[in-house]
């Protein structure tokens, strides 16, 4: 059981106003976010009755991640961050409202939610590596960025329990109109905290180069980095074969389980339970040493989490698996984002953080539109198995990449001061029996 002073040091960041202003508008806003992804899977499973079309209107909503964030990261890197993202909440929030009188009318079709998906994709990529780079401004000591990640990710997954519980009720209730226009007015929290936050203005040094010079240069950077390199790898294979069970959740919901949206709701919010729990143990976390093992244990997790998920055709055993596969992918991401922020240089932050975001979301559609394509031959849970087996035998192979990871972190770690050089010979070996993973 945590002591005190251990939850003080697990909510340090908090003790830098514009990083409050930021938690407490996002964590507000998140919740309509959750509310409208799962309105949406279930408006068009109810439209349409396809799984495939699932797979379609997911890949509209991600698909532009894989084409515009890496020139995104280029902009991101010359652009104010803080700007950017209040124009980002600002268009996102009016998607939101333009959904949700096209659906409260009655007059919805697939169609325009695969358009307000695309445009919606266009703004995320965009906003993401805006928000990642932005967080070092919001903390005043950076050595709390860890932190922030970990809080940042708590809050996303804190929103993810009340979310699709609120919205499976609300669907069964109401319909899913209301969904969409409760997260419109949720924007507002976000933005009215972007407002109020004291920045100072960063203007970044812009060179002679070209967009598409420095898109080049950010690429030779990040491939040229055994670290940076291994962990987009990972994330992208994970994101790739095990991301789309969140497209065939109503699949399961519907025909697996028997249910109905609420029934999506829990599922949903299931995952969401395993994946606070896994942010509040990565706010305790003294330092990111340790945290390469951690990623890939954690993809191992979540992989094994989707097979066993797959077998279930009880709803108790299926939120009990889920909540080990919510654990194991935000330790994988959040983690990923934490030792990617920790390596990286300023600079170049936007661009690595904007691969990231294209390992994360940038290939997710792909796998949301060949697991709808895959579900409709085999069924869901052998498309699922299958992607568990693939997460599992990816955890494998990063974890045989980190002794060459270690190789390259641990000089850096050095000079940032996250390792401290002892002279103590028994602290010594002891690093050395136990380097640093990442």
Known sequence: MPHGNDWKFAFRALRSRNYRLFFGG???????????RIATSWLVYRLTG???LLGVVS?????PTFFL??????WVDRWDRHRTLLVTQIISMLQSFALAALTLTGVITVWQVIVLQLLQGAVNSFDMPARQAFLIQMVDDPRDLSNAIALNSSIVNGARLIGPAAAGLIIAGVGEGLCFLIDGISYLFVIFSLLA????????????????EELGEGWRYVWGSVPIRSILILVSLVSLVGMPYTVLMPVFASEILHGGPHTLGWLMAATGVGAFGSAIALTL?????GLGRSIAVAAGVFGAGLVVFSLSRSLWLSLAFLLFTGYGFLQLLAGSNTVLQTIVHEEKRGRVMAYHALAFQGVAPFGSLIAGAIASRIGAPHTLALGGILCIASAIWFASQLPAIRKVTRPIYRERGIIPEVASGLQSASL???????
């Open 26 to 36: 996002q964590g507000i806003s998140l919740i309509g976010t959750w509310m409208t």
């Open 50 to 52: 396809s799984a495939f």
């Open 59 to 63: 890949f509209a909503g991600q698909i």
């Open 69 to 74: 964030t890496p020139i995104a990261g280029v």
């Open 197 to 212: 936050m004291v920045v100072v203005v960063r203007r970044p040094k812009r060179g002679k180069e070209s967009v598409m």
């Open 285 to 289: 976390r003294k330092s990111v040493v």
């Open 432 to 438: 050395l029996e136990s380097p640093p993973e990442d």
